[in-house]
């Protein structure tokens, strides 16, 4: 079994995972900072109870998640545990809380661009409409969307590379879909010519209007997940069925041990 990660400022460890808990403004501000700054690139990844219960059994999944400079608790569910475990963190992160959040700062300070990998050349033309509009100070560099396979190719990662490279955009925001975004990240960070890389999944989709993201009710009171399980049962039942119960059992094992679920990782 391999010891928990060390410690990063302003985390809280939650069922092994060091997981950001200083609240939604912080963290984007901590981003933005490193945007606008010196020093080396990083990147974002978001951790919900299917990402948690799908990273128990992919140790590639697991190790890139660890990767991330900001692991951000996305979903009611480990704002939950954090508390039946009396950890630290009292408030979801999502990934749209960042890509909006990000996104507003970037256009107030002017002079920075971003870029776009992933999903469907219509929902991409959708996105860059949109984004001109919300965000006229921050540059479009450009957008690439990569044909449906399980894993790149080294041809087609190379393509990938290269048009991101020659667009150098600030920021480059991932939407791959889970687990593909994270492990493409940290196996192509060192390659990407950016100082900030987001693995933002559904948010491409939300963004563009092409899935209508849950109201602010369901948003607040933590029930955005059974909304989009009603929409897409066929998609999205493994999460309710699969990964949420292998959740709440490490969550229950935790309440009677140190929180690192037993033979895990």
């Given at each position: ?60 999944f697991d190790r890139s998640l660890r990767s991330a400079d900001w692991?951000?608790p996305d979903g009611v569910g480990m704002v939950v545990a954090s ?23 970037l256009d107030h300070r002017g002079g920075l661009s971003a870029f ?150």
């Amino acid at each position: 079994m391999s010891k928990l990660p060390d410690a990063k400022p302003d985390c809280s460890s939650l069922l092994g995972y060091e997981l950001f808990a200083q609240g939604r403004e912080a963290c984007i501000e901590n981003i933005v900072d490193r945007i606008a700054g010196e020093g080396d690139k990083t990147w974002l990844a978001c951790l919900n109870p299917h990402s948690y219960a799908v990273a128990a059994s992919d140790v590639e999944f697991d190790r890139s998640l660890r990767s991330a400079d900001w692991l951000v608790p996305d979903g009611v569910g480990m704002v939950v545990a954090s508390r039946v475990l009396r950890k630290g963190i009292r408030a979801r992160i999502t990934g749209w809380d960042i890509f909006t959040g990000v996104n507003r700062a970037l256009d107030h300070r002017g002079g920075l661009s971003a870029f776009f990998l992933g999903s469907s050349e219509d929902n991409l033309s959708l996105i860059e409409r949109r984004f001109r509009a919300d965000y006229p100070n921050l540059r479009l560099a450009g957008t690439y969307s990569p044909p449906y396979m399980s894993k790149f190719g080294d041809a087609e990662n190379s393509r990938i590379l290269e048009a991101v490279n020659a667009a150098r955009p600030d920021v480059l925001w991932v939407g791959l879909t889970a687990p593909k975004q994270e492990k493409w990240i940290h196996d192509n960070l060192a390659r990407v010519d950016v100082r900030f890389v987001g693995a933002i999944g559904a948010v491409f989709d939300f963004y563009s209007g092409r899935v209508q993201r849950p109201g602010a009710l369901a948003q607040s009171l933590g029930l955005e997940w059974a909304v989009r399980l009603a929409r897409e049962p066929r998609r999205l039942w493994q999460r309710t069925v699969v990964s949420a119960p292998r959740f709440l059992f490490d969550v229950a094992r935790g309440v009677f041990r140190d929180d690192r679920p037993v033979g895990r990782r």
